[in-house]
């Protein structure tokens, strides 16, 4: 059963341009949480989506920042205009149906650098 | 907004018990405490977590106090590669988890 998977594992952009990051969640679950962390910094909640519905996104930056979760294929972390303070990782954690004592498991997350 | 406190760092001898304090005075009935550990810059790692009874797996047990105000994660043997941030989590509903800063433990030879 392969883990939380995400790519690019390292993703350069230039000023201005789009970054797309892409999370499979392990088998069987159908709830994805993204989570940016900056440098030195603990892990920050972004958003909470199920399949094709956001749940909460009370983390999301209010402009250039969108998530999908499709019924089909994997959820899409999408950063538009990007400028140098959205260089970050970005970790995509998922955990199956249920809303109680469940536990969340993590991918290696993406790196992104903007230049 | 941190719903618990952690020290900032500990030291651990290697092949001793490293035991990590949490507070969490606020937390409330149908609250879990939940603990991950971050190795370097890799992702997130589930350890353990619990309601109000002590728990434990083949990674660690964890300590909640009767009053569920605090608890303890206990490694029992701790190993270099247990060298980690580790943090303590309160959390109900899904998994919108806030990290806080943790506690970056240190197991020395």
Redesign the interface.
Known sequence: NAG?MQNPRHLVRRRGQEARLRCSPMKGHS?V?W?RQLPE?????MV?LQKENI??E??MPKERFSAEFPKEGPSILRIQQVVRGDSA?Y?C?S?PPG???????????T?LTVV | DAKTTQPTSMDCAEGRAANLPCNHSTISGNEYVYWYRQIHSQGPQYIIHGLKNNETNEMASLIITEDRKSSTLILPHATLRDTAVYYCIVANTGNQFYFGTGTSLTVIP
């Open positions: 939380v709830h949480y989570y910094e603990g892990l920050k909640f909470y749940i909460d009370s983390g990782a970790f954690a955990s809303f109680v004592n469940t536990e969340a498991f993590f991918g290696q997350g790196r």
